[in-house]
């Protein structure tokens, strides 16, 4: 793992707010344990009241809603050489960085290929840290088109990548789709969702700035399956059509758009492991998350809709960036051969 000597032999405290920067915090923490570092003395992990992640980690997790009084009792009591942040697009990691930065080492992971520079900035207030790291030359290239600091990048990769390659679930097929009440009878068709009018909002008319969303694309996907349904080109009652639910998202948000595609067996599920339910599916739809991506390391039958795509493509992958639909005159065509190719 390519990682400072800092955070290999010093004491650090690591923060995070959402699903993926705690996927690559907890891909750290693995390496540190494995190499004999001990919660409490070696490290100390900090999420706010809503962060989300894999509940086995509970007990080296501590919740807590930032001021300089948590910043003042962790400094004194347990005296680290460094932060490790996450970067999410709200402003608990900024706090920290905030606090620390000038009082030890800041590192400040950006774990995708969106939103560099508003990682950073909160109520007028700029802080990089010490180090910026992204995933690879493409992020540093676009970090600095948007006004990181070239000296601050460094190219360190994601950690949690290789975590997810290696990935077998520690759970069977039917005791997993048993305890999120799906249906295992059927094939799997899993939509991932992202929370995208939230994160990049809205023009005046409505409409997603980037020329889609998740409503707009799980419209075009539910569409068009009940067109492939109609022309017998896929038989409905084989499958069950499971959306997965951003963590961020409410878990509702899709009620009044599946109550009209009543042609499919379709499941919302949101509290449940993600590279499980990857793992186990058998076509997976979605944009541009970090499920997405693990769902192509993972080499699961993984088509990308982003229908109506008025911008670049955010995932920079290789092997996967470009991969995706973006007319939708040519989603019939693209997913009569996604379920011609195996079921």
């Known amino acids: 793992m390519n990682l400072d000597k800092t955070i290999k032999e010093g004491k650090g405290v690591f923060v995070f707010s959402d699903p993926a920067g705690a996927n690559s915090v907890f891909a750290i923490i693995d390496y540190l344990i494995g190499n004999n570092k001990i919660h409490g003395k070696d490290f100390l992990i900090f999420t706010n009241k809503i962060g989300v992640f894999d509940q086995k980690y509970n007990r080296v997790v501590e919740r807590v809603e930032f001021n300089d009084e948590t910043g003042t009792n962790v400094q004194s009591n347990f005296n680290p050489d460094y932060i490790f942040s996450a970067t999410s697009l ?4 900024h706090l920290w960085r905030i606090f620390f930065f000038k009082k030890i080492k800041v590192y400040s992971f950006i774990d995708h290929w969106c939103n560099y520079y508003k990682r950073f900035y909160f109520e007028d207030q700029l802080c990089f840290g010490n180090e910026v790291w992204v995933i690879d030359e493409e992020a540093s290239k676009e970090a600095i088109e948007e006004g990181i600091p070239k000296n601050l990048i ?8 290789e975590k997810v390659k290696m990935f077998k679930p520690v759970v069977s097929r039917k005791l997993f789709f048993e305890a999120c009440n799906i249906n ?5 068709i899993l939509f991932i969702s992202d929370d995208i009018r939230t994160v990049f909002g809205i023009d005046k008319k409505g409409d997603c700035i980037l020329g889609f969303d998740e409503y707009s694309v799980l419209t075009d996907v539910l569409e068009t399956l009940n067109n492939l349904w109609r022309n017998n080109k896929l038989k409905g009652s084989k499958y069950q059509f499971v959306i997965k639910i951003h963590p961020n998202a409410n878990f509702h948000k899709f009620d009044r758009l599946i109550k009209k595609h009543d042609f499919l067996d379709i499941k919302i599920i949101k509290d449940c492991d993600p590279l499980t339910i990857n793992f186990y599916s058998n076509y997976i739809f979605g944009m541009f998350s970090n499920m997405v991506i693990e769902s192509f390391l993972m080499k699961k039958n993984l088509l990308r809709v982003q229908t109506g795509q008025l911008t670049s493509d955010i995932i920079k992958v290789k092997g996967i960036k470009d991969e995706v639909v973006k007319d939708i005159d040519n989603l019939y065509g693209e997913m009569s051969i996604f379920f011609s190719s195996n079921y």
């Open 184 to 188: 295992e009878d059927k094939i799997i």
């Open 154 to 161: 460094r190219v360190k990769g994601n950690p949690y990548y």
């Open 90 to 93: 709200n402003n608990f990691e």
